[in-house]
């Protein structure tokens, strides 16, 4: 039988996406971690194509619920540009079914 009661966060870094899967305890029973470049910049626009981060997302979540029931989703992170320090967070909660 698989865990009951996991929270899956999601830190998305402007290099790096990091799921961490918690039990109830708070201890850290799964992680994926992968560097990414869906971050560009172009005339001093900063593009972040937030498909391609949607899409390694989900990749974890499928990959995670395979031996782990997911039941809270949270996700953060900070995309932050070095020119004007701007930041662009992220939150998904209560995500549970």
């Not at 998305?12 to 992680?31: D, H, M, P, R, V």
């Not at 910049?41 to 899409?55: A, G, R």
């Amino acid at each position: 039988m698989k865990n009951q009661n996991n929270t899956l966060v999601f830190d998305i870094g402007k290099t790096n996406i990091k799921a961490i899967l918690f039990n109830a305890k708070g201890k850290i029973i799964n992680e994926k971690n992968q560097n990414h470049k869906f971050t560009s910049k172009s005339n001093h626009l900063n593009i972040i194509q937030v498909d391609k981060i949607y899409e390694l997302v989900i990749k974890f979540i499928k990959k995670i619920s395979n031996d782990f029931i997911i039941t809270d989703l949270v996700s953060f992170g900070l995309i932050i540009s070095s020119t004007h320090n701007l930041a662009a967070p992220y939150l998904i909660s209560d995500c549970s079914s």
